[in-house]
């Protein structure tokens, strides 16, 4: 059985998100997303393990090959907390805003 990995900690590699970035635009197999990469396919794939993971990604058979895309999903939670984080932000700083004019 797979763990689950952070998402933030998945995105923290260069490799990583590149990788997320490209299927951000569309999806692919690993074939098509090693293509111009500096690194290998088989690297390529243990990175893909990760996203996939981290709920980032999810692949689907289409004959002999697996095409990768960005999960829907796993992207809104990413943006849910950096919803929160944000949020949290624009109160602290009403908060400053509100101090400093009594």
Known sequence: MAYAVDPWTALGDPSRRLIFERLTERSQSVTEIADGMPISRPA??????????A?????RPVGTRRIYEVDPQG???LRGELDRFWGKTLENFKQLADEEGD
């Open 44 to 53: 390529v794939s243990q990175h893909l393990r990760v996203l996939k993971q």
């Open 75 to 77: 992207l809104a939670a």
């Open 55 to 59: 709920c980032l990604v999810r692949d």
